[in-house]
């Protein structure tokens, strides 16, 4: 159930595959978009894979062609004005026990591992580094 273990399943049932994209969404969300080079019995050639910050794999979603990530997110939370776009058709759907609403982690409430001074707010929601003008970003505002 983390994205390596995924990964390799695919490259011994199916040959080779190309990682097309990944996208982070505020600090605790990933989507690693892959084309299946033959993909024999997938209903597509298209996953997107969802994960967590520790690359636990949350859903994975079959797609015949690469989803835009704004439509992704517009799919998953409607109601959030800054995303938009129609998604490809799904054509399977699978989550995990990691799997939970991912509207949660747009919300201006959403937990944070930044000090508030060091972090703004994602397009669409989440949290990510700001950078500061003073110094290396990763030096420092990580909360204890």
Not at 6 to 33: A, C, M, N, P, T
Not at 49 to 65: H, P, Q, R, W
Request: charged share 25%; net charge positive; with cysteine.
């Amino acid at each position: 159930m983390v994205l390596g273990t995924l990964l390799e399943s695919l490259r011994s049932r199916f040959g080779s595959y190309e990682v097309i994209d990944h996208w982070k969404q505020g600090e605790f969300h990933h989507d690693v978009i892959v084309r299946v080079r033959n993909p024999k019995t997938l209903p597509g050639k298209i996953l997107a894979v969802a994960t967590n910050c520790n690359g636990g794999v949350k859903e994975v979603l079959c797609f015949d062609e690469v989803p835009t990530r704004s439509a992704l997110w517009h799919w998953r939370c409607p109601r959030v004005s800054e995303f938009s776009g129609s998604l490809p058709p799904i054509l399977a759907r699978a989550t995990t026990v990691h799997w939970f609403d991912p509207c949660e982690l747009l919300d201006s409430n959403a937990r944070s591992e930044l000090k508030a001074q060091y972090r703004r707010r994602q397009a669409g929601g989440g949290w990510e580094m700001a950078l500061s003008s003073g110094g290396v970003a990763g030096r420092v505002g990580l909360s204890r």
